[in-house]
Each structure stands twice: as C-alpha cells, then as structure tokens.
C-alpha cells in the first residue's frame, strides 16, 4: 500500500518533464540539481556522476555550469577538496517524494534539509526568536494574565486586543515550528488563560447592557411620572381658576340682577 501511495503521488505531482508538464529542459536540470543537493552537499564530479545516472545532462556542461553557478553556493573544504551547496531560498523548492529518490536519498535529504532549515542564518526572521526566547515570552505573557485576574485596572486585556495577541498565538498553536515543539503545552495554557478573559469579558460586556437598559428604563418611568405630576397640577390649578371664575360670575349677577 505504501508503494502504491508513493506512485500515485509521482503520478499526480511530478510533472516537471518536458512533453508532460509546461515546462523546459533547462528547469528540469534546475529542478534535478536541486534535488540532488538536497541530499547533501556534493563535490562537482558527485554531482554530475549523480545527473548521469538519472539522464539529466543531455544539454550538456554548460546548461549544467549555469544551473550549478544558479542554485548553489561553493565551499570550500580545504586548498584542494569543496563541496556546492543548495542556496538557502532554494530549500522551499524541495519535494521529499521526489520521483528519482530512492528511500535512502528520501532519508538523508529529509534529514538535510530539516538541518538546513533549523540552521538556516539568511533567513531574518528566523534570527528574532529561538526556543528560549518564546518560553521567556509565553512565562511573562502567563504572569501578566495572573496580574490581569488579581488586578481589573492593570490592562493588559485591551493591550492584547490593541495588537492582536488572541490571532498571533492562535496561529502559532495551529502551526508551530518545530524548534517550538517543547513550548506547546505553555501555549495551550497561555490561550486557556486568555480565553478565560474573553469569558470574562463578555459576562461584563453583558452585565453593562442590562444595567444601561435596567437605568434606561428607571429614567423613563422617572420621566413618565414627573410628566403625570405636572399634568395633575396643571388640571387642578386650571380647575380652581375655572371654579374661582365661576363664582366671580355668580357673584357679580347675584349683585347686578339682584
């Protein structure tokens, strides 16, 4: 079953050969040389020892020389002996079931590159931060949540949402790298603490609005009754005027007509 997988995935993704995929003769070399160095550095007759083999130097050596000068970089082992090796912006471009590998070159070049990656200096980013530096991180991220919890006024809650902490370790949780594999149980912690806070946080949010509607209401029914007072007043004091008239009127026929 195995095998069968494994030709299924050579029939399905590997169509970098000319007449089967778009593709040229020069991209294919690049591709195998590629592969070839991604088992291990190679000395220059290895390498080509290596295309001779799998029938990939056809163009001859100096379609060869370009592709080499293109994709790899030569060290030099001592004043007689070097090696070339795979650029480092190259290694994205590795297959691990790549049709001409047999299972040992799968292994080695599954074990090279993991080793490049890890090691990789051209990469920046890979520079900022380390297995330690996340573990200092997450520790101090953890205390601040603690903080957070015995102190409502410290804030660290809205700083979290000002920059987006709730995405960024949600992101690494799903695709953590793995120089980070010793962090993940602290991560899981880290985003069970911060889920607690949006827990929280909503209960407040919740709590505000019945109040502000429960204040809401009060301030109606206040409003409803000083309306229904005022208008209890005005109908008694038009109702003395109107009996104060009344009597005005009686009283001036009761003189005049006697």
Avoid at 13 to 40: A, D, F, Y
Avoid at 91 to 120: G, T
Avoid at 145 to 150: A, D, K, P, S
Wanted: net charge positive; with cysteine; charged share 30%.
């Amino acid at each position: 079953m195995e095998e069968f997988l494994h030709l299924l995935i050579i029939i399905v993704g590997q169509r970098h050969e000319p007449g089967v995929g778009k593709i040229t003769r020069e991209e294919n070399l690049t591709r195998e040389v590629i592969h070839q160095l991604c088992i291990s550095p190679m000395a220059h007759s290895e390498l080509i020892r290596g295309l001779q083999d799998c029938g990939q130097l056809e163009l001859g050596s100096g379609d060869f020389e370009a592709v080499l000068k293109e994709v790899a970089d030569f060290k030099r082992g001592n004043a007689t002996k070097g090696n070339y090796e795979l650029k480092a912006n190259r290694l994205s471009e590795y297959n691990q079931f790549y049709y001409h590998y047999s299972k040992a070159d799968q292994c080695k070049s599954e074990e090279y590159v993991i080793k490049r990656r890890k090691l990789n200096d051209d990469d920046p980013k890979a520079q900022l931060w380390s297995e330690p530096i996340l573990n200092r991180a997450l520790h101090l991220i953890t205390l601040a949540c603690y903080e957070q919890e015995r102190e409502s006024n410290f804030e660290f809650y809205s700083k979290c949402q000002k920059f987006e902490l709730e995405k960024l370790i949600n992101q690494l949780h799903l695709n953590t790298p793995s120089k980070a594999e010793t962090c993940k149980e602290l991560l899981a912690y880290v985003i069970k603490l911060y889920n607690k806070f949006n827990e929280t946080n909503e209960q407040l949010n919740s709590s505000t609005i019945t109040t502000t509607q429960e204040t809401s209401d009060l301030t109606k029914r206040a409003q409803r009754k000083r309306k229904d007072l005022a208008a209890q007043k005005r109908a008694k004091i038009i109702a003395q005027m109107t009996k104060l008239q009344k009597n005005f009127i009686e009283k001036k026929y009761s003189i005049m007509f006697g």
